[in-house]
């Protein structure tokens, strides 16, 4: 019975034997000293001075804009499949992607409504 999991267990020592050894070669091949010029510790910005911190803070509704487009392009992935076998499915297949649209414009009707796709009121 555990002769089946005899590949996966050979696969694990195999990555675990590579990454520890990947971690000794940089370990002995790698930088020793650590530099103490400000210089080498700030980051690269484009060959231009850094000026502030380095991280800001962002508002939220950057975060949200991003989140909203993953959430509606994640949502259009769902159309191919059904575009392919669309003469398959029938009136069935037809009458849930009409559902499964009319939720998705209730949802994006919600966000727009609520301003969340407006750029102009980020700055406020």
Do not use: C, H, N
Not at 12 to 22: E, M
Not at 97 to 104: P, Q, T, V
């Amino acid at each position: 019975m555990l002769e089946k999991y005899l590949p996966i267990a050979i696969l694990f020592i195999l990555a675990t034997g590579l990454a520890g050894l990947v971690v000794l070669i940089s370990i002995l091949f790698g930088p020793r000293k650590r530099s103490q010029k400000q210089a080498k510790i700030v980051p690269y910005e484009s060959g231009m001075t850094a000026i502030g911190p380095g991280q800001r803070r962002f508002p939220v509704r950057f975060y949200l804009v991003a989140v909203l487009f993953i959430l509606f392009d994640l949502e259009i992935v769902f159309f191919y499949p059904w575009a392919v076998a669309f003469r398959e499915l029938g009136a069935g297949g037809l009458i849930s992607m009409l559902s499964f649209m009319g939720i998705l414009l209730v949802g994006f009707i919600w966000v727009w409504k609520k301003g969340a796709l407006e750029w102009e009121k980020m700055d406020k």
